[in-house]
C-alpha cells in the first residue's frame, strides 16, 4: 500500500517553523522534494529552520492562514496550530480561527490545485475517553465549552470539514489524529509534560506533576511521528482516515517523571498540584489501522527517545545559549501539562 514518489513534488507545510513542522520540512527535503514552508511564528521560531534556509528546495514564507493563500503546490501538510495548552489557550479564538478559517483556506488551495492534503489533527478529539484504547470509529468525550474546546472542537471542525471536502467536492484529503509526539526542538517553556520534566530535571528543579500522576500517556518519538504522516501523505490508495499516529506504548505521568530523573541523573522532587481541568485519565492509540493500511508503526522506544530529547536540551540550554529555547527556559517555571 506505502509508495514514495519517484519524481520531487512541490509540497506546503503550513506551521512549518514549529515542532513537528522543521522535522517535517527536514525530511521532506532530505527525500528531494520542494518545500514550501509558511508559518506566522505564532509558536515557530526561524531558528528551527535555520538550518534549513540556505538549502535551494527550500522556502520560507511568513503568512497566517486565517488568510487566503495563493501558491502553486502538489501537496499540503496542514500543521499549523500552536499545540500545547498554554499556547492555544492564550488566545482561544485565534486557535478556533487557525483550525476552522486555517482548514477552510487550505481546502479550498487544495480543491483548485487538486493537491492532495492531510491535516494534522489530535488525539485532543477524543477527549477524556470512555473507550480505551481510542479507536478512529470512538466519537470522542469532549467538553464543547471548556478552556480546552478552542483546540479540540476546533480540530474537530476542521475535521468536519475535511471530511465534507472529500465528499462534496471530491477532494484527497487525508486525516491524521497525532498522539504525544516529544523530541527535540520542542520548546522549553511550552508546558509540555515531557519538555518540562527534562528541563526542570537538567536544572535541578522539581518535577511538577499537576494530578496524582496516575494518568497514563502515550508518547511517540518525532521521527515516528514523521514517517507516518508521511506514509499517510504518500499511500497510494485513497486513505482518507482518520488514522491514529501515535506510540502505543503507555506510561504514568509518574513513571515519565521517574525516567526522566534516572536518565538526566537528576536528584530534582517531584511535587504535586491539583489537576488541570477536563484532564483525561487515560490516553493510548490503538494503531492498527495505521499498521494494516500504512504498514507503519513507532520504532524509538521511549529511553531511546528521552536520550536524544535530553541531549538536545543539554546542548541548547548551557548557560548564557543565545538560542531561543535557551532563554525561554531561564523564565520558565510551571507545572507540567500532562496533556502534551
Ligand atoms: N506535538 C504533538 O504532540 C501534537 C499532538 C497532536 C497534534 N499535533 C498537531 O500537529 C501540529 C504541529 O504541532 P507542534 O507540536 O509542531 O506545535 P508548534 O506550536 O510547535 O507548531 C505549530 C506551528 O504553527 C504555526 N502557526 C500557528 N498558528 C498559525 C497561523 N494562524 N498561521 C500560520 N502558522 C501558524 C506556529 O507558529 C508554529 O510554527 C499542530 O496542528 C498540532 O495540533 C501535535
Not at 465549552?145 to 475535511?162: M, Q, S, V
Not at 471530491?170 to 515531557?194: C, E, H, K, S, W
Not at 528541563?199 to 500522576?213: S, Y
Not at 498540584?273 to 495505521?290: K, M
Request: charged share 25%; with cysteine; hydrophobic share 35%.
Amino acid at each position: 500500500m506505502r509508495t514514495e514518489p519517484s519524481q520531487p513534488l512541490r509540497v506546503l507545510v503550513t506551521g512549518g517553523a514549529g515542532f513537528l513542522g522543521s522535522h517535517l520540512c527536514e525530511r521532506l527535503l532530505d527525500a528531494g522534494h520542494d518545500v514550501l514552508c509558511v508559518d506566522n511564528f505564532y509558536t515557530g521560531t526561524r531558528a528551527n529552520v535555520a538550518g534549513l534556509l540556505a538549502h535551494p528546495s527550500f522556502e520560507l514564507l511568513r503568512h497566517d492562514i486565517t488568510f487566503p493563500l495563493y501558491v502553486e503546490v502538489d501537496r499540503i501538510f496542514n500543521l499549523a496550530c500552536p499545540a500545547s495548552p498554554r499556547h492555544y489557550q492564550f488566545d482561544p479564538v485565534q486557535t478556533t480561527k487557525t483550525s476552522v478559517h486555517g482548514a477552510i483556506n487550505l481546502l479550498g488551495l487544495a480543491k483548485r490545485l487538486r493537491a492532495r492534503i492531510v491535516q494534522a489533527s489530535t488525539s485532543e478529539v477524543y477527549g477524556d475517553p470512555a473507550q480505551h484504547p481510542q479507536t478512529e470509529d470512538y466519537w470522542g468525550h469532549v467538553n464543547p465549552i471548556g478552556p480546552r474546546a478552542c483546540y479540540d472542537e476546533g480540530k474537530r471542525c476542521a475535521e468536519t470539514l475535511f471530511a465534507d471536502y472529500r465528499r462534496q467536492h471530491g477532494l484527497d484529503t487525508r486525516i491524521a489524529r497525532i498522539f504525544n509526539t516529544y523530541g527535540p526542538r520542542m520548546q522549553p517553556a511550552d508546558g509540555r509534560v515531557v519538555s518540562n520534566f527534562i528541563v526542570a530535571a537538567l536544572r535541578g528543579d522539581p518535577l511538577t506533576i499537576q494530578g496524582d500522576g496516575w494518568q497514563t500517556r502515550s508518547f511517540c518519538y518525532v521521527t515516528d511521528t514523521i514517517d507516518g504522516l508521511v506514509a499517510l501523505m504518500e499511500a497510494s490508495e485513497p486513505c482518507p482516515g482518520p488514522i491514529n499516529i501515535g506510540n502505543p506504548g503507555e506510561f504514568t505521568v509518574l513513571e515519565l517523571a521517574e525516567r526522566v530523573r534516572k536518565l538526566v541523573k537528576s536528584r530534582s522532587p517531584i511535587v504535586f498540584v491539583p489537576a488541570a481541568r477536563d484532564d483525561p485519565r487515560q490516553r493510548r492509540p490503538d494503531i492498527s489501522l495505521a499498521s494494516r493500511l500504512l504498514e507503519w508503526s513507532p520504532r524509538v522506544g521511549l529511553d531511546e527517545g528521552l536520550s536524544r530529547t535530553i541531549d538536545y536540551f543539554r546542548r541548547t540550554l548551557v548557560p548564557g545559549a543565545k538560542t531561543p529555547a535557551a532563554k525561554a527556559a531561564t523564565t520558565a517555571s510551571v507545572a507540567a501539562d500532562p496533556r502534551g
